[in-house]
Every structure is written in C-alpha cells, then in structure tokens.
C-alpha cells in the first residue's frame, strides 16, 4: 500500500483515478488547487468544481482537502501566458500548469505531508525503457494526455501515477457511472480555465496589455489587409485577417510583433522542412535520428529526425508557431523521448 | 477514536449539554407555531417570551430591544441595510477593515467607507476621525475580531462617533464576546449588536439583534410581522431556547472559565513559543481575549500545517476560507500589516468551554513535529 494525493479538478477522470486507487487499497486523499481566483466559466473560484470533487471524495470516503495556489499560478501560467503574446508568441497555459503547480508545487506540497506522491487523471502511462522512466502515450489514442505532461522526468516519475492510462474514456464514464459517481456524465473541460467562453481570449488579454493594430503583407510585401491586435494572430490561423475575400485561402506563415506587420500565404508557403527548438529536455539519454513528432494537444504525428536542436521532417509540414510546445516521440508512438518550444 | 484536541471554538463550539436539553422538547413534542392562537402555540410562544427575558437580562436589555433572527451574519446584514435603507442616498457607512465579511461585504455594497487598524488589529481612532462627518448614519465596529482576538476599544469609538457623527448610529459585532466579556458591558454605548448562539455552546441556526429602544430598521425579511415585525418568519423555538440556556450557562461561569481557559491558552502559547523558532504572536495577550491562541510560523504554509495538525488529532484553522474551502491570507492579517511570508503561516487556535489541559498536551506534541516535519520538507 502507498498514499497518494490526487488532483482531483471535480471531472470525470479525475474521480475514476481516485476510485481506482482507493479500490486497490492505497491511501488517498484528493485535493483541489485552487489556481485562479477571476472569473471563470464554472463560478467563482469555480466552486462548482470543487463541489463536485468534495462529493465524489465523500462518495469514495476519502478525504478531501483545498489548496490555494493562485500566487503561483498567476506568476508561472498567467503572466507567462500574458506575457507571450506580447511577444508574438504562442504559450500552451495547460501545459505550464502541469510543470509548475501539479507537478511541482503540488509534489513537493505531497511529499512535505508524507504522501508517497500525486495522482492524476491524465490519459497516459509510465513506461520504463534502460531504466528510464518516461511518460508513455494512454491507452485511449483519442484521449491521449501524454503531450500536455511530457515534461516530467525519471525522478518525477517515480513519485507520479496516472491510474486511469491504461483505460479508455468510455470504461472511464462507465466506471463512474456504476460507482453513482456525480461526475460521471459531465462534459470533457476543453478549454483554457481562465479565459471564459463570454470574454474570450481577446477580452482577457485587453485587460492585461495593450496590443496594437498590424498591417497583413503578402509574401511580396504587399499590403492586403488589416488586423486590430498583432498580438493576438498566430502562425498557421487563416480566419480575422482582414482584407478582402475573394482570393486563394491564406494563412499566417509570420508574426512580426515588433514591426506589426502578419505576413500571409497561401497554404504551401506555409510548409517547412525544417525548424529550431528552444529548451529541449530529454526524457532518458538524447536522441540523434529518428523520432515522431507532436506540436499540438491532440494533434497528429510526423516523422522527423532530429539532430541537435534541429526537427527536419521527412515531409514538408506546417510551420509551428513559436512558443507551441513540441512533443518528440519513440518511433513506434509509445513514449515520450523529449519536449521543447518551437523558436 | 485517538485523542483528538478540537481547538477551533472561534469557528464554533460544541453544544452545552443543558442547551441540547433545552432544545430537545421543541423538536419533538412542543412543535407548535409560536404565532397560533390554541394552547399548544401558546405554549412555544412562552418559551420563546422566557428565553427573550433571560437574554434581556444577559446583555443587560429590556425584552423588547432582543430581535431573533437566524444567526450572526443575518444579525449583521439586518443592522447595516436595515439602517442604510432608511438613511438616505447621502448616507454613509463607515466600519473597521477587520470586521467580519457579514458587515465588511454589507458596508462595501453600501459604498461605505473602511477604516484601517494598527498592528495589533485593533482600529485606529485617528483614521476613524477622518472617517467621521455629518454623513455617516452608521458605523459598525466589532467588539472582539474573530481571527486574532483583539479588544476594540468600543467606549472610544463610541465617544468618538458620538463628537464627530452625532446622527450616525453604533452597531457592533459582538458575536465572539460572550464567553470572554460581560457583553452587557461592552455593547452598552452601542445602539445595535449582533450575537450568535454557536459560538457559547448554543445551536447553529440561532441569532439575536439587539436593537436599542428607539432604534427603527428597515427590515430585510418581510412576511407574517413576527419580531415586532423587525424579523418576520416563524421563529426557531428550538433554537432560541437553546440560545438562552447556553447564554446563561455561559454567563455564569465566565469569570471562572476566563482563568482555567486563558490558562490554557497561556500554556498552550508558552509552550509552542519554547519549541517553535519563528513563531510570533500575533497580538500581545493583553489586547486580546483569553481563548484567542493566533500564531504566525515562519517559512510553513497555513494549509500544510492544518492537515498535519488534523492527522494528529488537532483541529485548529487559519485565514478565512472562501467558499471552496481555499485558505488565502486574510484581510484581517493584510490589514494589520502582517506580510505575506509570516502571514501565510497563520494558525488560530481558539479554546471554548469544552477545552481541557488534554488538549493543550495534544496540541504540544502535535505542532511543533509538524513544523519541523514541513521545515525538513521546505513545504512548498
């Protein structure tokens, strides 16, 4: 038997990884972050959440405790996240609250109170390849988390479980359900927790900085259009260009924030063959030569091969946009070998 | 059961066995309307009229000047908007930045004006001056903050209130008082004071406004004109009746349990101070009530040392939760003046009439492993 701490968020999968435990006889206690304290689309505080996750634990006759950690949320996710896009980049705040505050505020907080480490209910695995642990894709493809917790290492590792990875999400729900668990029909949460359905991302960005108007080139240089927040278009969007319709499809294939100036083409301008990363980090030993590679939460694979911190694909693909978290894979599409940003 | 030590009377106290008693009848056989005419209304009509004089007699009020109502928070709401609504647009309201969220959020709403406190959580009479004009029709100052236990120093305020804002009425919160103060005592300069049967081994449920003779409110609740139409809404016979037992109980035995208890809060304190480094008391013993235990603990975190604490069997708490139960460092501290790294180490241990030496032992050997367990730790 160990003692785990789960995060349970008041969702479906995070009930299930907490009944999961419970059920093989471990010590579990769930705990609810309280990470953003402005307005969110589930309340104030999102208290509905909470609430959720208080019943399901007494449901499961654990306990069940709450942590405040907006400081650091806003410190590491919000203002990151504000602060990106005043740089014309592209942040995933999902991804720097699983480093920040799951896995690490959270695990030191589990460890200072002798839990044996933190559960969650990420779809995804551990597996050990040469005595490296590394994060290994869930076995629900469709659900699959790994991207989004691909920075978590060996020594993490040892003090992290995912009980529901190797269950798809329906046996997820149906587990749930026969076990009368409250959460068991709600909805999958999909989107950023602070940004609200209402404001959107724009309104929650007015309100933190100042953005300016950009003028959209054509791969010549001509002027074919105008935006409101240069800020605000990423590499790879096609839609609120401005301009007139009429012509080809055209995607934003650059940001320049500095100069406000979103240059557009059609979508083969957009395709690279190769691209840099910043701040690669290595699961087990570093990886020269063939590798999958995943840039989006549920996007799909490529094949590249890596060298360096170069990712040259196989097949010209869409160009990433800066600050996108990179996700390089096994070539069987089992595990994570290494996580970066795109430059 | 392992010992467990329930050292949280602050938030609420277990029930006095005589106020259970007292209760009891009126949820089984004696559930008659109070406001019915037969005999069987009359009945729980008279035990709501006993309980009237015996908390009259209490806080030192003739019957007529006790309102029930639910509890504390309603106490509070009813005083502020029951006096604004009648006061004008001009009106102002004015209360101290430490009182509790029950008249701090009422006052805001109102557009009202906070005053701040000096560091030891007591209200600053100089920024209570300015505050005070021909405007302000209400001030709201409590008598005993419920998280650092500081004494106001009501009979200034009201000196100062009666100068400066001669129009303005006086309420007080005085809802953590009575099992350390004479509350007839330290309410008598004030026009309204709101009180709570929970937190002296009375029910939940149950609460009291005194309303001075004289003193007209809009009321909140509107209905069957129960109160003197001051409160309509069938009255809580149960609960009220259990509210007088447990004042009374408790006012008899206050100068006695004010030693044993301050005693043990001392012990407790003493003792933590010798085996904790880093521990600071918040506010000096001599400005506070004797039940008040309220330390900050460098380098540890509230939240982590709550659920140490609550594994040993301690029940203590800390800064005031929000409504999902997140612990954030409370607007009394900020507005003492505590900083952030002391005051998110906030632990308020808080003694009532069921607490005992075992308790403080418990206490003792609990804490300060957790301290140092979350030390060796470095809890995040």
């Given at each position: ?343 | ?25 009126f949820l089984t056989e004696r559930y008659a309307n109070p406001s019915g005419g037969h005999a069987l209304a009359r009945d729980a009509r008279r035990a709501i009229d006993e309980a009237r004089d015996d908390v009259a007699r209490c806080l030192g009020v003739d019957a007529g000047e006790v309102v029930f109502c639910g509890d504390g928070t309603e106490a509070d709401n009813m005083a502020v908007f029951g006096v604004m609504r009648r006061a004008g647009d001009d009106a102002v309201a004015v209360c101290s930045a430490i009182e509790h969220h029950a008249v701090l959020h009422p006052v805001e709403h109102t557009g009202g004006r ?267």
């Open positions: 038997m160990s003692s785990w701490l789960v995060a349970m968020s008041g969702g479906v999968d995070s009930s299930v990884a907490a009944a999961l435990l419970r059920a093989e006889g471990h010590e579990v206690v769930g705990v609810t972050m309280k990470l953003w304290g402005g307005a969110s689309d589930t309340g104030c505080c999102s208290v509905a959440d909470v609430d959720d996750a208080r019943r399901v634990a007494q449901q499961l006759d654990i306990e069940h405790l709450v942590f405040n950690f907006t400081d650091d949320f806003h410190a590491r996710v919000v203002d990151p996240y504000v602060d990106a896009h005043r740089r014309g980049r592209t942040p995933n705040p999902c991804i720097e609250c699983n480093r920040h505050l799951k896995f690490d505020r959270l695990l030191l907080r589990a460890e200072a109170l002798g839990f044996d480490g933190v559960a969650t209910g990420h779809h995804c695995r551990i597996a050990v390849r040469d005595s490296v642990r590394h994060v290994a894709r869930g076995a629900d493809r469709a659900k699959d988390q790994s991207y989004v917790v691909h920075m978590l290492g060996h020594e993490q590792l040892e003090r992290i479980c995912f009980p529901i990875g190797a269950r798809t999400k329906h046996e997820v729900r149906r587990l749930a359900s026969d076990l009368g668990l409250r959460t068991a029909a709600k909805p999958d949460s999909q989107d950023v927790c602070f940004i609200t359905s209402t404001g959107g991302r724009a309104a929650f960005l007015a309100e933190r900085m100042s953005t300016r108007p950009g003028t959209v080139v054509d791969a010549t240089g001509r002027v074919v259009g105008h935006v409101d927040a240069v800020e605000l278009i990423t590499v790879g969007q096609r839609r609120a260009l401005g301009g007139s319709g009429g012509a080809a499809r055209r995607f934003v294939t650059n940001v320049d924030v500095d100069a406000a100036v979103v240059t557009v083409g059609e979508l083969g301008t957009l395709a690279v063959e190769r691209f840099e990363l910043d701040g690669l980090v290595w699961s087990g030993k570093p990886v020269t030569g063939d590798v999958l590679v995943q840039c989006t939460a549920h996007g799909a694979v490529h094949p590249a091969r890596v060298r360096a911190n170069t990712v040259e694909w196989l097949a010209p693909q869409r160009r990433v946009a800066p600050g996108q978290s990179v996700v390089l894979y096994d070539v069987d599409d089992e595990i994570v070998v290494g996580g970066a940003f795109a430059a | 059961m392992a010992p467990m030590a329930y050292l949280d009377h602050a938030a609420s106290t277990p029930m006095r066995p005589e106020a259970v008693a007292a209760m009891l009848p906070v005053v701040g406190v000096d560091r030891h959580g007591r209200i600053d009479l100089d920024r209570l001056a300015d505050a005070l004009d021909g405007s302000v029709k209400l001030v709201s100052v409590m008598a005993v903050n419920n998280e650092v236990g500081s004494v106001q120093p009501l009979a200034e305020v009201a000196a100062l209130v009666r100068e400066r804002a001669p129009d303005a009425l006086l309420h007080t919160d005085a809802i953590q008082v009575h099992q350390w103060l004479d509350t007839a005592e330290v309410c008598r300069p004030f026009d309204l004071a709101s009180i709570s049967g929970h937190k002296f081994g009375g029910p939940k449920g149950a609460g009291v406004l005194i309303v001075r003779k004289g003193v007209t409110l809009e009321p909140l609740v509107l209905g069957g004109g129960q109160e003197r139409d001051r409160r309509s809404g069938t009255q809580n016979v149960a609960g009220i009746a259990a509210l007088a037992t447990a004042m009374v109980s408790t006012a008899e035995s206050r100068e006695v349990e004010v030693k044993r208890l301050g005693g043990l809060r001392d012990d407790l304190v003493d003792g933590l101070a010798a085996t904790i480094e880093g521990l600071v008391e918040t506010v000096p013993r001599d400005h506070k009530v004797a039940g008040n235990a309220h330390v900050c603990i460098e380098g540890v975190e509230s939240e982590a040392i709550l659920y140490l604490l609550e594994k040993g069997g301690v029940f203590a708490s800390a800064g005031s939760s929000c409504s999902s139960g997140a612990i954030s460092m409370s607007h009394v501290l900020t507005a003492m003046g505590v900083e952030a790294p002391v005051g998110i180490g906030a632990v308020r241990l808080t003694f009532g009439w069921a607490s005992t030496a075992a308790d403080v032992e418990r206490a003792l050997e609990v804490l300060p492993a957790a301290v140092a367990q979350l030390r060796r730790k470095r809890s995040p």
